[in-house]
């Protein structure tokens, strides 16, 4: 049985991973500072915010929810779950790899089916070992900043394969040829960060969503408490908003590797609770019948979170390759974009799900999954 305000949830991610996507769809990854950094103004404050508000939160909504998910399922223990689960895997992974090959380097299909094979293992574990698991991998990325500080090794961030003029000569008027090779070079130049960074906040999150799916943190959520860790978690962001570049300034992060270490730590953390009051603070709002409504309207896009995922990545190489308005467009002019986007999303989604039950690409997946020709891995 699905949950509205999963759903809703999951609608309201795919909004905030479409703002931060379309502007590196826009402009190269690897120069995304020299490039963006041009820009000043209304048009520089529309980006700084962006990245304070939406940089990292909305994939941290969507890994917490394939997390949360991925319990939900489990719990209706299927007598072939985990041969149900793995084939799912296994057809998401494909999704990943067409994703990869033909319109984005930094597609989260691929990883997530990769890490997903993993769930059914630590299934069996209590929350108290689950959270212990959050911990140790959440905090990878501070490990490789503590061993940086004694091991002298390459750096972990993606490096450009091309100068900035390059790319946007390729990206506007290069043949498919010459793109698809720039993006399997940028993947493989991103792998380090991907790996380091991302994929252990990624099975973090999913650990972390099981643990919510347990306590029924969707429709059980304690107001009191909920409230209680917003007005908390508001005070942490805003802490961090307002005065960031004194809280950095206090750590001589570069002379003292105990203080870089701090620093990381309370940068960090500060990433776990802006994502966590988003999804306590939409869980809240979900309790406000007139806020709820208007809510509601996000379940459509989040039924369809497959299709409207890489349906993003398509519209977003349609506009900057084959239109050409790659590096061509402000940060504001970005954000209109996206506003646009997503209502067209929003009508598709309204439109399709009067007729059919499923997405385009959601249909495929559980058609492919149940097929027991794959078999169970």
């Not at 996507?21 to 120069?31: M, W």
């Not at 223990?77 to 985990?82: C, N």
């Not at 299934?123 to 070992?129: E, G, L, Q, R």
């Not at 509601?296 to 299709?307: A, H, I, Q, R």
């Amino acid at each position: 049985m699905r949950i509205q305000q999963i759903d809703a949830l999951r609608g309201f991610a795919l909004f905030g991973i479409l703002m931060v996507n379309i502007f590196v769809f826009h402009a190269p990854y690897p120069h995304y500072s020299t490039f963006y950094g041009e820009f000043e103004g209304a048009n520089a404050a529309a980006l700084e915010n962006m990245i304070f508000f939406c940089g990292g939160k909305f994939m941290f909504i969507y890994a917490f929810l394939f997390g949360y998910s991925f319990w939900m399922q489990y719990e209706r223990k299927k007598s072939d779950f985990r041969g149900y689960w793995n084939r799912r895997m296994l057809v998401l992974a494909g999704f990943g790899v067409l994703h990869i090959l033909l319109l984005s380097f930094g597609d989260i299909l691929l990883p997530y089916a990769l890490l997903g094979f993993s769930l059914p293992f630590f299934a069996k574990f209590s929350n108290a070992k689950l959270f212990l698991w959050v911990l140790l991998i959440s905090l990878i990325p501070v490990y490789e900043f503590v061993l940086r500080g004694f091991i002298d090794f390459s750096s972990i961030f993606m490096q450009p394969v091309a100068s900035l003029e390059q790319y946007i000569e390729i990206n506007r008027n290069g043949s498919w040829r010459e793109i698809f090779e720039l993006r399997l070079k940028d993947y493989f130049s991103f792998k380090n960060e991907k790996l380091i960074i991302y994929i252990p906040k990624e099975i973090s999150l999913f650990l972390l969503g099981m643990i919510a799916a347990r306590k029924q943190l969707a429709t059980q959520l304690s107001v009191k408490r909920g409230v209680l860790f917003c007005i908390f978690a508001v005070l942490v962001i805003g802490s961090m908003y307002f005065f960031r570049a004194q809280i950095i300034g206090f750590f001589d992060f570069q002379a003292s590797i105990i203080q870089s270490i701090l620093l990381g730590l309370i940068i960090h953390i500060t990433e776990f609770v802006h994502g966590a009051l988003y999804i306590v603070l939409f869980f809240l709002l979900w309790t406000i019948r007139p806020i709820q409504k208007l809510q509601y309207w996000l379940t459509f896009p989040g039924k369809l979170s497959l299709t409207n995922y890489i349906a993003q990545s398509l519209i977003c190489a349609i506009l900057f390759s084959e239109l050409d308005y790659y590096g061509q467009l402000t940060p504001i002019q970005l954000i209109c974009c996206v506003l646009a986007i997503y209502l067209g999303q929003l009508i598709f989604s309204v439109i399709w799900l009067r007729y059919y039950q499923y997405g385009p690409l959601e249909s495929i997946w559980r058609k492919l999954a149940k097929k027991k020709a794959m078999g169970a891995l």
